[in-house]
Each structure stands twice: as C-alpha cells, then as structure tokens.
C-alpha cells in the first residue's frame, strides 16, 4: 500500500500524500464550484467574470462583519454571504451587460476586471489587511471531523466536494430538463436568433448572473474556512484556479469543468510538500489547462486554404 | 418661504444639539480620571512629569517607522508609542514641551525605507528616532542612522538590529524569541523539531532555535514561509509529518499569521499530538481568547516581556490605562509592551537631557541609558557605547488556560547559542549596564 500510484518514484510513500489529496480535493470542489458558475454564465452572456473572486471576498467579509460586530445569527450572515454574490452579479449583469451585450468577449471580461478592482478597492478601505489580529469566518462544520483511510477529514472539505458534484448535477438537469435552462442553451448557440425566436433574453440572462453569482458566494463562504483565513487578496485572486477549471472544460463542459477543477485542486496539493517544485504550484492550474486544452483538441483539423482571385 | 424658514430652524437646533454635546464632552473629558498623572513610586507608574497638565511649549519631533504588508502589522508598536507620547503630553511633557511623533508606515521596500529615514532626519528634522520596527529597515538605515549619530530605541526583527550600533531593541527579536522556546520544548521532551517563519527573515530568525536542537542532538527541519499564508493546512501537515507525534512544531509569526496554523492544527485534529512553541507575538489575551480551551497546556510560548497583566507591575498598569485613554482600539498585547517601552525610554532619555534638546544631546543620552528597570521586563534595558546591543535576553514562557495567559516557567536566560550572546553578558557585567 506504500507505493500505490507512483508516488514511490519521488521517495514518498501515500500515507505521506493522502491528507494532501483531501486537501486539495476540497480546494479543488470550490475551484469546481466557482469553474461551474463561470462556464454558465459564459454560455448564458458571453462574459467570463473575472470578479467571482472578488465578488466572493466581499461576501465574506460581510459575513465575518455581520457575525463579530453584530448579533446576527451565524445562518443569516452566511445566507447573506451566498445572496450577496447573487444580488451584485445581478446588479452588474443587469447594469452593464446590455451595454456589453454585442461588445467583443475580451471588452466585457475587462468590464468584469474593473469590478474587481472596485471591489478590491473598498475591500482594502474600509478592512484594510494588517490590523495586528488576522481575519476568520470558520463555519460550524469544520469542528466535525472523520478519519477515512487514516487520514482526517473535516466537514467542511466533505461539503465542497459534495457542493461541486450537487451542484454539477443540478445545473447539468437544470439546464436539459427546464425551461429556463433550454433558453440558456439556446442563448449560448445564438442570442440573435433566440431573441427572434420570442426567448426573454434579458430574463433568462438575469438567471444566469444571479445564479452564478450564488455559487461565487458559496465559494466565498466555503474558502476562508478552508484557508483557515479570512485574506480577501487571497480569496480575489483564487479566481485564477477557477478560470483554469472552467477552460479545461473548453467553457462548454461543467462535467469536465468540474474534474478540472478537482484536478487543479489536488495538483496544487500535492506539489506543496515537494520542495523542489512547491514553489512553482501555483503555475499548476495554468500547466493543467494547456495540457487537457492541446489534449482535447487533438483531433481537430486545421483548415487552411488560400484566397483565389 | 415656509420651507427656508424650516431649514433655518433646523439649523439653529441642531447647532444647538451640537454644541450641547461638545461642552457635555468637554466636562466629561475634564472630570475624568487623569491617566498617567501623579508622583511615581515602586507601586505606581506616571507619564513623564505626572503633573496632570498639557505641555504647551514649543514641540520636540520623534520620529519612527513601521512596516505594514499583508499578512504582518507592526504599526501596533509605533501606534502605542505614540499614545504612551500623547500620555506625557497630557502630563506636563519633557518639561513642559510635548512630543510630536511622525509615523511613517513602509511597505517592506530598501528605497522606501531609505527615504523614510531621510526624511525624518533631514525634512521633518526629528531629534530621535524610535519605535521601529521591520523586516529590513534596520539593514537598508543601519549605516545612515550610525553616519549621523543616532541610536534608534526600537523593536527588532532582523540580524542587523542586534549587530548594529545603531539600534537598542526593547525586545529580544524572533531569532532570540525562538531559541527560548526551542529550549523550553526540548525542556519538555520534543524529539524533532519543525520551525516555520516568514521566508524574509528564516535564515537569520530560525537559525538560532535550529543550533539549539542540534546542540541538543535533535533533529530539526526549517519550513520557510512565503506571506501571506495561502495554504496553511498544507504547510503544517508537513510540519506535522516531520516531527511525528509527541514532536515539536515552533511558529515563529504575528497574530495576523500564526491563526491560520492554529486554526488548521484543530481542523486536523492535531493540536494534543505535538507540542507547539512560538516567539512571543502571540503571547496576548485576544489569542488566547480564541484558540483556548483547545490550545491549553500545548503551547510553550518565548515572551521577551512579563505576562499582558495589569496586575504584574506599575508600568504594566500604566499601559492598560494608556490603551485604554489613548489607543482604545489596541488590544493589550507584547506589541503593545513594545510600543510602550520605546516610548518610555526615549522620554527617559529626553528627560535626561541637560540645555537645549538636540538631535546630538538627545542620542548621546539615549547612549547614556543604563539600569532602566521595569515590571514588564525580566532585566533592566539599557544601551551604552557598544558595537552593538541586546539588552533583553532573558525570558519567560507562558502558555493558554481557560482564555488566560498564564506563566508557564519564569525568568530565565536564553542560551547563548550566539557569540553575540555570551558578549554581550561580559559587556553587561564590565560596564555595570544593569546596575
């Protein structure tokens, strides 16, 4: 059982890898989460949000003001966490997207960068890092704890990788079985048409902002218990993670979006103890998507023909 | 018409509301009790003169600089070194004259902390410098503080804050810090030991508690840390597997850090496996408030400084009070501790000062300081014409108990792993610096 799945060849043994695998499979079931949202809404708008982070931080760090400066209830600030991703996607995708709406894809990814950077802005105004004592919004999951296989597992790492598969299945069924959901697809292949076809294309575009923007706040609630941190500049840019599951999955597959993320997710796990490349992990997600992107394109054919004239 | 007489006496009752509040403040401020006011004795600490009146002459500038990253806050120091100046001033000032401080934060940058101390010395034209505290600052400003004469009193991270003239740190800093709990855990049994620190400063802050284990022939493994911490739980499951059970696992961070590791060693159920050590910065009640019960009687933390107490001494009083009136949103804790010192002996040394207070007559009587003593302090501080000073090493170890600090071991003197060490305990004893 010691040198199961070629771990062996670096001189580690699975007991030593295990726990790493948890956690990153934890990490990797947020990634998986955020990945889902990302590629939903990309089908649905066209835009690829870059301030899931953000948005998700911000969420957070209500929550955490909510609990240590108020007397709201834990469920109600962590709800408000969840909804407070909803109701900003919404309101950017409400505000901004019809002035997007026939801009290039790169043009609207930059107007979402630009509520990133607001939001990272007053973020860092009014909770600025430092302070002397560090940030925490742990959720009462993650004092449940279980061994599997010798290793321990919290109840919250259950939760996100249980999130991510929930969540991937729901919206898989959502979207083949709905109504709403065949609009979606419908707008993905082409929003002209869809419109002429009597599609509400605004509603169904406010469902996808709202929508993923309330798995951008369950990643937003899920993360800093696992960072065993509240950092809002660590949770914006774990965005770059997400973007990578969601391109592995071509931004069209939340199946394979999923896997990418669970794979980003244990790769960068799994590096961190090796002190030759532990360094470098955080290229992991990057690396992944170049792969699997060269790997499932290898049977396209490249056409190339020549103007006549 | 009607409304614009409305807003007219809108105004009016408003001004009058707020004028109301104002004076019912001022006679609140003035009926208050007087913080720091009083004639010193063994059992009581004042601020500067204690006369209880405001200093109004003309001001003298101290200047200071803090670094501030993410992940590691030490304006904590100079902010309480200020409120400790703003103390004196409500109390008479250096004979009448108040202290003006300029802080200055830096982002762990050589240029900007080149600059910073240039323009205190040369812009703002400080007559000392105090309550520094960094990463680098004592490295890039080490020359130029020496080339121009000044002795900054301070609070030390790095080599060159303990092997400088430049500097006389109140703390013993988190190499010296470390080798006290490295001893301590070896006190107690450990049979490996894991040190973590920041990555900027472990070659020079781990060193210390590493020679510690191998004098002692255990085996000792350094995990360098990049700030801020992003994968905590990876980290420590390391550190973990390192040591093994019954191990030892040494933290060498601020309470912006140190948290996530503790919060990470209970979501893996490891807290009661290895004994944990750390330097001294997370000695204070906001922690242990959060990571006791669960932490209780595993931690075998190095405080440099008495236990966060009112109770322990008059200085110790003093700061909570001074926290209190001046910093309220300041918990009391060993940056405060550090805060307080440097502000206490820079004012010992203004006072001391005979004629006109200048940059020269200022450092030459910071160089003068010897046998300060105080309640939060395990031996007196003192700085003195030497190559370089370490006045505090001698420490004491406490640990959690039902969200206390409590003292685990008292004081006791760090092993001189050092050579700068032994010195300075010969230079102690030759020059009578402690009394």
């Known amino acids: 059982?010691?040198?199961?799945?070629?771990?062996?060849?670096?001189?580690?043994?699975?007991?030593?890898?295990?726990?790493?695998?948890?956690?990153?499979?934890?990490?990797?079931?947020?990634?998986?989460?955020?990945?889902?949202?990302?590629?939903?809404?990309?089908?649905?708008?066209?835009?690829?949000?870059?301030?899931?982070?953000?948005?998700?931080?911000?969420?957070?760090?209500?929550?955490?003001?909510?609990?240590?400066?108020?007397?709201?209830?834990?469920?109600?600030?962590?709800?408000?966490?969840v909804a407070f991703g909803g109701v900003v996607n919404l309101a950017y995708g409400m505000i901004f997207g019809p002035a997007f709406a026939r801009r290039d894809p790169l043009v609207k990814m930059m107007g979402t960068l630009?509520?990133?950077?607001?939001?990272?802005g007053l973020m860092a105004w009014r909770a600025p890092a430092g302070g002397a004592f560090a940030r925490f919004l742990p959720l009462p999951s993650s004092s449940?704890?279980?061994?599997?296989?010798?290793?321990?597992?919290?109840?919250?790492?259950?939760?996100?990788?249980?999130?991510?598969?929930?969540?991937?299945?729901?919206?898989?069924?959502?979207?083949?079985v709905t109504k709403l959901g065949t609009a979606m697809r419908a707008l993905a292949n082409d929003r002209d048409v869809t419109a002429t076809l009597g599609v509400p294309v605004r509603r169904v575009e406010a469902a996808a902002w709202f929508g993923s923007g309330l798995a951008c706040g369950a990643a937003g609630l899920l993360l800093p218990d696992l960072l065993t941190s509240l950092d809002y500049s660590a949770l914006t840019f774990l965005v770059i993670s997400s973007l990578a599951a969601a391109l592995i999955g071509r931004l069209r597959s939340l199946w394979v979006t999923m896997f990418g993320g669970l794979a980003v997710g244990v790769a960068q796990s799994v590096l961190s103890p090796y002190g030759n490349v532990s360094a470098y992990r955080s290229a992991a997600p990057f690396v992944l998507a170049i792969v699997a992107l060269l790997y499932l394109s290898r049977r396209r054919v490249v056409t190339i023909s020549r103007a006549t004239g | 018409m009607r409304s614009t007489k409305i807003k007219i006496g809108v105004a009016f009752a408003a001004s009058g509301l707020l004028a109301l509040m104002l004076t019912a403040a001022a006679i609140g401020a003035g009926s208050a009790a007087r913080v720091g006011s009083g004639t010193a004795s063994a059992t009581k600490s004042v601020c500067g003169l204690g006369t209880g009146k405001k200093a109004t002459g003309t001001p003298i500038k101290l200047g200071g600089i803090d670094m501030l990253i993410p992940g590691v806050d030490f304006t904590?120091?100079?902010?309480?070194?200020?409120?400790?100046?703003?103390?004196?001033?409500?109390?008479?000032?250096?004979?009448?004259?108040?202290?003006?401080?300029?802080?200055?934060?830096?982002?762990?940058?050589?240029?900007?902390?080149?600059?910073?101390?240039?323009?205190?010395?040369?812009?703002?034209?400080?007559?000392?410098?105090?309550?520094?505290?960094s990463f680098a600052e004592c490295g890039t400003?080490?020359?130029?503080?020496?080339?121009?004469?000044?002795?900054?009193?301070?609070?030390?991270?790095?080599?060159?804050?303990?092997?400088?003239?430049?500097?006389?740190?109140?703390?013993?800093?988190?190499?010296?810090?470390?080798?006290?709990?490295?001893?301590?855990?070896?006190?107690?049994?450990?049979?490996?030991?894991?040190?973590?620190?920041?990555?900027?400063?472990?070659?020079?802050?781990?060193?210390?508690?590493?020679l510690v284990a191998q004098k002692a022939g255990i085996p000792v493994k350094i995990f360098p840390t990049h700030l801020p911490v992003?994968?905590?739980?990876?980290?420590?499951?390391?550190?973990?597997?390192?040591?093994?059970?019954?191990?030892?696992?040494l933290l060498d961070f601020t309470p912006d850090t140190a948290p996530a590791f503790m919060k990470a060693a209970e979501a893996q159920n490891i807290v009661d496996k290895v004994k944990w050590g750390s330097s001294t910065p997370i000695a204070n009640t906001f922690m242990a408030g959060q990571f006791s019960p669960a932490f209780d009687g595993h931690l075998w933390i190095d405080n440099e400084f008495s236990n966060v107490d009112p109770t322990v001494g008059p200085d110790s009083a003093l700061m909570f009070q001074v926290l209190k009136?001046?910093?309220?949103?300041?918990?009391?804790?060993?940056?405060?501790?550090?805060?307080?010192?440097?502000?206490?002996?820079?004012?010992?040394?203004?006072m001391s000062v005979k004629g006109a207070i200048t940059a020269k007559s200022y450092n030459a009587a910071v160089r003068a300081l010897k046998n300060q003593k105080s309640d939060m302090l395990c031996a007196p501080f003192y700085v003195g014409n030497l190559a370089y000073h370490i006045p505090n090493n001698s420490d004491i170890i406490v640990d959690y108990k039902n969200g206390a600090v409590v003292v685990k071991q008292t004081c006791f003197r760090i092993e001189a792993v050092d050579k700068a060490i032994s010195q300075t305990r010969v230079w102690e004893k030759k020059f009578h610096l402690q009394g």
């Open chain 1, 1 to 81: 059982m010691s040198y199961v799945l070629g771990f062996s060849v670096f001189g580690v043994d699975w007991q030593f890898v295990k726990p790493f695998i948890v956690i990153g499979l934890a990490f990797g079931g947020v990634y998986a989460l955020s990945g889902v949202g990302l590629v939903v809404l990309y089908r649905a708008t066209g835009v690829l949000n870059v301030a899931f982070g953000a948005i998700g931080a911000a969420g957070a760090l209500i929550a955490y003001y909510l609990l240590n400066h108020t007397s709201c209830p834990d469920w109600l600030a962590f709800s408000i966490c």
């Open chain 1, 114 to 120: 630009g509520l990133a950077l607001i939001l990272l």
């Open chain 1, 144 to 176: 449940h704890h279980f061994t599997i296989l010798k290793t321990t597992v919290s109840l919250t790492q259950v939760i996100a990788i249980g999130l991510a598969l929930a969540i991937t299945t729901a919206v898989s069924v959502f979207l083949r």
């Open chain 2, 76 to 133: 904590t120091i100079g902010k309480v070194a200020q409120a400790y100046f703003n103390c004196v001033n409500d109390n008479g000032g250096i004979h009448g004259r108040p202290i003006k401080y300029i802080l200055y934060n830096e982002q762990l940058n050589p240029a900007q902390e080149a600059s910073l101390a240039r323009k205190l010395i040369q812009s703002d034209k400080v007559v000392g410098i105090v309550g520094n505290t």
């Open chain 2, 141 to 210: 400003n080490a020359k130029y503080y020496a080339s121009k004469g000044f002795v900054v009193i301070g609070a030390g991270v790095q080599a060159e804050c303990y092997s400088t003239p430049a500097f006389a740190e109140v703390n013993n800093g988190p190499r010296y810090s470390n080798v006290g709990a490295a001893q301590a855990l070896i006190k107690a049994g450990v049979k490996k030991l894991a040190i973590a620190s920041p990555d900027t400063i472990s070659a020079y802050a781990d060193g210390g508690p590493a």
């Open chain 2, 230 to 249: 992003t994968d905590a739980t990876s980290q420590l499951l390391q550190m973990y597997q390192f040591a093994g059970e019954g191990g030892g696992i």
């Open chain 2, 325 to 350: 009136k001046y910093a309220p949103t300041i918990a009391p804790q060993a940056f405060g501790q550090m805060g307080f010192l440097d502000g206490k002996f820079a004012v010992n040394a203004l």
